[in-house]
Each structure stands twice: as structure tokens, then as C-alpha cells.
């Protein structure tokens, strides 16, 4: 079964510090991969997704990601934090052989800004 | 355009009593989600829809949840009797068609649900 890893269930950074948000996959044939953020009490909003297009994925808000088949990875960087990410993040995937677009989701990931 | 409608936002509830969710997606997706996110947790697919049809409900508790989409519009989940560990946020999402590999799920605000 497809899984999904995030690396540290907490990150903090200083204001203006970079961002780096790890997530790893299993699965023999790449899937369908995403990045998802929580604000507190709210629903799920997409920040980017990579669909077997460019590897390196553009989000909103300034994030991307990287899509890296050889080390099954799909770690979300934000060049510079702003007090206003503060929010939990979920690396998910889909299997591109489940033709009903399920998402398995990772653990999440809180993310701290200090200032 | 309006995003996914869920109510209530919160429930509290004894154990063993019953309790249903309504979700109300984005106007023309075909495609209905509802996953359960336990604290600490990531969202687990409980049940999809395409249209009024169940795609995959193998994560459903069947003894105790049921949903419907009626009409393939609303959606109603239902827990009955609920257990002190179905404490979660209930989240519905929805979606152009999900068969489709560039479709992408948009979520509504969810409904907290506490089992005392």
C-alpha cells in the first residue's frame, strides 16, 4: 500500500528564514503528489501539486516544491517565512492507478514562525 | 464561486447517541469526499462518491457510518451509534471528476465532532 512520510511533525523558523517541509512517498511508480495547508479551524487549501509535468512545482503564496523520482521525495521550500504561514501542512499522494482520486495523507507537519 | 458548505462546524454528543453531517459541494463536481482527521492526524478517506454512486468505501465503518448523496448534490453522513473514538474533524471535499489526473480536491471548513 502507497504510504506517505513527512519528516518532523514540528518546524520552526525564524521571520524571513527559509523554509523546508520534507516528504517522502512509497511507491514503485511515481504517484500524483500534493501539498496542502491547514489554518487553524479551517479546511484544507491546495498549495501546489505535481502531476508528472515540470518536476519543480509552483505554488501560491511563494512555495514549491521539488518532485525527486530518485529519492522519492517531494520536500515543500519557502525562500523566505512571513508570520502569516504559521499553519499545519499535509504532504498527500495519489496513486496513478486509482482512477477514483483518493489521497493518502501524511502525518502533517506544524509549522512555527518566530519572529 | 462558493466553496464547500459543511454543517454544523461543531457537535458535541454521548457516546452511543447519533449524530449526522451535511456537505453541500462546489456546483458541478461530480466527485464527493469525506474523510475523517483524527488529532494529530492526517485526513483518512471515509467514503467517495461519483455522482450518487459509492467509488470506494472500504475505510467506512459500516456498523455504525453510513453516507448518501442523494440526486449526486448533497451529501449527508451519519454516525449511529458513535464511539468515544470517532472524536475527529469530519471533513467533505469535492471535485471536477476524480477519475481525471489533474483533478483537485477542494475542502470545506469541517465539523468538529466530540464524543464524551
Known amino acids: 500500500a502507497q504510504s506517505v512520510t513527512q519528516l518532523g511533525s514540528h518546524v520552526s523558523v525564524s521571520e524571513g528564514a527559509l523554509v523546508l517541509l520534507r516528504c517522502n512517498y512509497s511507491s514503485s511508480v511515481p504517484p500524483y503528489l500534493f501539498w496542502y495547508v491547514q489554518y487553524p479551524n479551517q479546511g484544507l487549501q491546495l498549495l501546489l501539486k505535481y502531476t508528472s509535468a515540470a518536476t519543480l512545482v509552483k505554488g501560491i503564496n511563494d512555495f514549491e516544491a521539488e518532485f525527486k523520482k530518485s529519492e522519492t521525495s517531494f520536500h515543500l521550500t519557502k525562500p523566505s517565512a512571513h508570520m502569516s504561514d504559521a499553519a499545519e501542512y499535509f504532504c498527500a499522494v495519489r496513486p496513478v492507478y486509482n482512477q477514483g482520486g483518493k489521497l493518502i495523507f501524511g502525518q502533517g507537519t506544524e509549522l512555527s514562525v518566530k519572529p | 464561486e462558493a466553496g464547500v458548505a459543511q454543517s454544523p462546524r461543531y457537535k458535541i454528543i454521548e457516546k452511543r447517541q447519533s449524530v449526522a453531517f451535511w456537505c453541500n459541494p462546489i456546483?458541478?463536481?461530480?466527485?464527493l469526499y469525506w474523510y475523517q482527521q483524527i488529532l494529530g492526524q492526517g485526513p483518512k478517506l471515509l467514503i467517495q462518491?461519483?455522482?450518487?454512486?459509492?467509488?470506494?468505501d472500504s475505510q467506512l465503518p459500516k456498523d455504525r457510518f453510513s453516507a448518501e448523496r442523494l440526486k449526486g448534490v448533497d451529501s449527508t453522513l451519519k454516525i449511529q451509534p458513535a464511539k468515544l473514538e470517532d472524536s475527529a474533524v469530519y471533513l467533505c471535499a469535492s471535485s471536477l471528476d476524480g477519475a481525471l489526473s489533474t483533478d483537485t480536491q477542494y475542502f470545506g471548513p469541517g465539523t468538529r465532532l466530540t464524543v464524551l
Open positions: 462518491f461519483q455522482n450518487n454512486g459509492v467509488v470506494d
Open positions: 456546483s458541478g463536481h461530480a466527485t
